[in-house]
């Protein structure tokens, strides 16, 4: 079990609008495979769930994916954890939306291209291996995942969300930095993969450009996404479960 998931969801309603519910916990020693984290209500439509799986793949590779120490195995902040649930949710919210406006359908090649995006950030198929391992998710939870950040990167895009149109200056800014990387500290964990994406391509901006768009849109994604929930306020009932332990009875 990752720690930080039995105490997050305690900091919730301080942080979004979300709704706070205990519920009993399994008694011990009894093993959960999936269980309900959160649960999205949008006015006149069926609820969406959270599953702790889906919560605890994410957090993973979102980790790895930004360089942090132990990302596999340590503990994280609960606002870090409730930064990625919050995530999660405004994915499922994304692919709620496009399904209703149409667009929800995936192709071959944008599934294939946001998977060499990822693969390369998670440290390749052995990466890849050892975060599933260490999550107990498959490839189909893998697959799951990859699907709905394409979905809600479109419908993004499409609603002209902020950040998924990063300015020339902001593009040429990050490339100067990837190709010249700070002596002190080195390059970040995702200014090294781009620049192992782009290879000797990196001196040449015409040539780095998208590559240099399509990061910046795949980063910026998570911070337009938890805006875009924490706008939707009391049109999207929000509601977050947190498991509890009866007392310990005395004598």
């Not at 959960?32 to 959160?38: F, H």
């Not at 949008?42 to 605890?56: M, N, T, W």
């Not at 957090?59 to 954890?81: I, K, S």
């Not at 693969?119 to 390749?124: C, E, K, Y």
Request: net charge negative.
């Amino acid at each position: 079990m990752l720690p930080a998931l039995a105490f997050v969801l305690a900091v919730a309603p301080q942080l979004s609008s979300a709704e706070l519910v205990a519920r009993p916990a399994p008694p011990p020693g009894e093993t959960v495979l999936d269980g309900v984290v959160a649960s999205m209500e949008p006015e006149g439509a069926a609820p969406r769930f959270v599953l702790r799986g889906d919560l605890v793949l994410l957090l993973r590779a979102e980790m790895v994916m930004r360089g942090a120490p132990d990302p596999l195995v340590g503990e994280f902040h609960p606002t870090v954890v409730w930064g990625v649930l919050e995530q999660l949710v405004g994915e499922q919210l994304a692919v709620r939306e496009a399904e209703r406006a149409g667009m929800s359908e995936v192709t071959p090649e944008q599934l294939a291209s946001m998977r060499v995006w990822m693969l390369r950030r998670l440290g390749g198929d052995a990466g890849l291996a050892s975060l599933l391992e260490a999550t107990g998710a498959g490839e189909q939870e893998f697959d799951a995942l990859l699907r709905r950040r394409v979905v809600a990167e479109r419908l993004l895009r499409a609603r002209r969300a902020e950040g998924t149109d990063p300015d020339e200056a902001t593009l040429r800014q990050t490339w100067e930095r990837v190709r010249h990387p700070a002596e002190e500290g080195g390059a970040s964990a995702r200014d090294a993969a781009l620049r192992a994406e782009l290879g000797d391509e990196v001196e040449r901006w015409e040539s780095s450009r998208e590559a240099l768009r399509v990061d910046a849109v795949r980063y910026g994604a998570a911070g337009s996404l938890r805006a875009w929930v924490r706008a939707l306020g009391s049109r999207v009932r929000l509601r977050v479960f947190r498991a509890t332990r009866p007392a310990a009875s005395g004598g």
